[in-house]
């Protein structure tokens, strides 16, 4: 394995040949400083290396400017490009330029530098071998294949369940945007698909700031898709990283998920799906939920089957836990199950198996806060009764309770919007 | 900042890579002042980048957020909080405390 590693610190080039070596032994590394040399000339053997990680700041040059140069060379191996983090108009950039995948530098870890190198590396035997790989290439060879008017399907970022999901943009302007494409076999599932259109639909007809927006949906080739906007900022998980936020911050993140849920519940929507990966962040720091794939109309009848659960363990409620008719309580409680967690950094219930964590919402009494946070304990008493009675019935409810008592704690004035 | 937040962990087989990349972060202190001496603002952006890019890639987040700070302080001309900034983070490199695991 070749490598060319170009970018204009030497800190980093000395960590990822660290890390490509730890991976492969034989590996040779040509780390390229393009504060001391210019771009790589036509006598350059550029074709001798196997993949080039580019940075798309290199000190004097513009990466984007080298990724197009070295992009129309006939001999140019495939290119991870390196951009910044909450910028993806660079990766939407690149990707047209012609990068063969991308990472965002402040986030690229040993593990997805590997993947990276080991995806755009793979022979074609590994490729037929390795069943995760080969599930990667048949997304990304799918992405390429699915025509969208005005949108261009540029790369594969993430694999869900139900979808996988692409960066995408608009060519007018080329604005980043995330397209989803359901998987075949939840296409052939009639119930499933019925949820995934239900969600643009419902979805569509919110219109909030605090909703992730949709702009579009269809079909190509037997493959449905939706078009959604992207989010820079990324979603409370990578936020929270295993740590607590600061309590104000917490209570900011809160406080915009109530206006979200208050907005979601007047057009009787239940979200039934609350977690750290469904609450994500715009470039500003606005916060709106996403995927409403299993959210589902109050006024509907319940086509949940019996023994059918829906949900994340964690954050469910101890009515959903039991299967129980839902209301719009069960996403306040879900929504306290976040709170703690952003307080704490911890969950509020753990447990060795799925099973054993849903119990822990039927029968355990929540931990107290510890002693710093005791001003909010009754605030998250109340978010996560077991009772639903004894719950705080609606969003408004919670907010007017906030506003009671924790005005001195908003670190800034947030608004509804709509 | 808390005690913790002096505290960083970092994988032990790139220990060896520790020390200079420490003796570069003080480097940096020493460019960013004389950037900031001679309001030279694009230098401090290129400087401000650079950090954000390579604290967390060494698991040093703060320095990345630090550089953050210095990015947007530069872009905007704000030599009070690029100067508080700067202060901030050669204090933190000297209180810094590195685990190997």
Redesign the interface.
């Known amino acids: 394995m070749r490598v060319l590693l170009i970018d204009?610190?030497?800190?980093?080039r000395?960590?990822l040949s660290?890390y490509i070596r730890?991976q492969w032994s034989d590996a040779q590394i040509e780390a390229y400083d393009p504060l001391e040399r210019d771009l790589p000339g036509e006598s350059f053997p550029l074709g001798s290396y196997d993949v080039v990680v580019l940075?798309y700041?290199l000190?004097r040059g513009d990466g984007l400017e080298w990724l197009r140069i070295l992009k129309q060379r006939a001999d140019c191996p495939k290119i991870l490009f390196?951009t910044?983090a909450g910028n993806e108009i660079i990766a939407v950039r690149a990707m047209k330029a012609g990068a063969d995948d991308y990472q965002r530098?402040?986030?690229?870890t040993?593990e997805k530098l590997i993947a990276s190198i080991r995806d755009l590396t793979a022979t074609e035997v590994e490729r037929t071998v390795s069943p995760d790989l080969a599930a990667r290439m048949e997304g990304h060879s799918l992405g390429a294949k699915v025509r969208i008017p005005g949108i261009k399907v540029l790369h594969m970022i993430g694999e869900g369940g139900t979808a996988r999901v692409y960066l995408a943009s608009r060519e007018d302007d080329d604005e980043p945007l995330v397209v989803k494409i359901l998987r075949h076999e939840i296409v052939l599932n009639k119930k499933a698909l019925e949820r995934f259109m239900e969600e643009y639909a419902m979805v569509e007809r919110i219109q909030s700031r605090h909703v992730a927006r949709i702009f579009g949906h269809g079909t190509y080739d037997e493959n449905v898709y939706l078009v959604m906007e992207f989010f820079e900022g990324g979603d409370l998980s990578k936020r929270l990283g295993g740590k607590p936020v600061p309590p104000a911050e917490a209570l900011k993140f809160f406080r915009e998920l109530m206006f979200a849920l208050g907005d979601i519940h007047e057009k009787g929507i239940l979200h039934r799906d609350l977690k750290p990966q469904n609450l994500m962040f715009r470039r500003d720091g606005s916060l709106a939920i996403v995927d409403f794939g299993i959210a589902k109309n109050i006024a509907a009848a319940d086509r949940t089957g019996a023994g059918e659960v829906l949900g994340t363990p964690r954050y469910m409620s101890p009515e959903q836990v039991q299967g129980r008719a839902l209301d719009l309580r069960t996403d306040i409680y879900s929504a306290g199950v976040l709170l703690y967690q952003m307080l704490t950094g911890k969950h509020l219930f753990d447990g060795e198996t799925a099973m054993e964590v849903a119990m822990h919402h039927l029968n355990t009494q929540p931990p107290p806060l510890p002693d710093h946070l005791a001003k909010y304990q009754r605030l998250v008493e109340k978010l996560v009764e077991k009772d639903r009675e004894a719950r705080f019935r609606n969003a408004d409810e919670v907010i007017g309770f906030l506003a009671r008592n924790f005005e001195q704690d908003k670190p800034d004035v947030t608004q509804k919007l709509h | 900042m808390n005690a913790e937040d002096y505290k960083v962990t970092v994988?032990k087989?790139?220990a060896d890579?520790i020390p200079?990349?420490m003796k570069?972060r003080h480097k940096e202190v020493d460019a960013l002042r004389v950037a900031l001496a001679a309001a030279d603002f694009e230098q401090l952006r290129?400087l401000g980048?650079?950090m954000?890019?390579?604290g967390?890639?060494?698991g040093f987040t703060h320095v990345?957020t630090l550089g953050k700070h210095i990015e947007e302080g530069a872009r905007s001309g704000d030599r009070a909080a690029l100067a508080a900034t700067i202060s901030e983070y050669d204090e933190y490199l000297a209180k810094v405390q590195i685990a190997y695991e």
């Open positions: 204009d610190d030497e800190d980093l000395t960590l660290r730890a940075d700041m000190g390196l910044g530098k402040q986030e690229l040993r | 994988a087989d790139i890579l200079v990349f570069n290129q980048h650079r954000k890019g390579v967390n890639s060494y990345s």
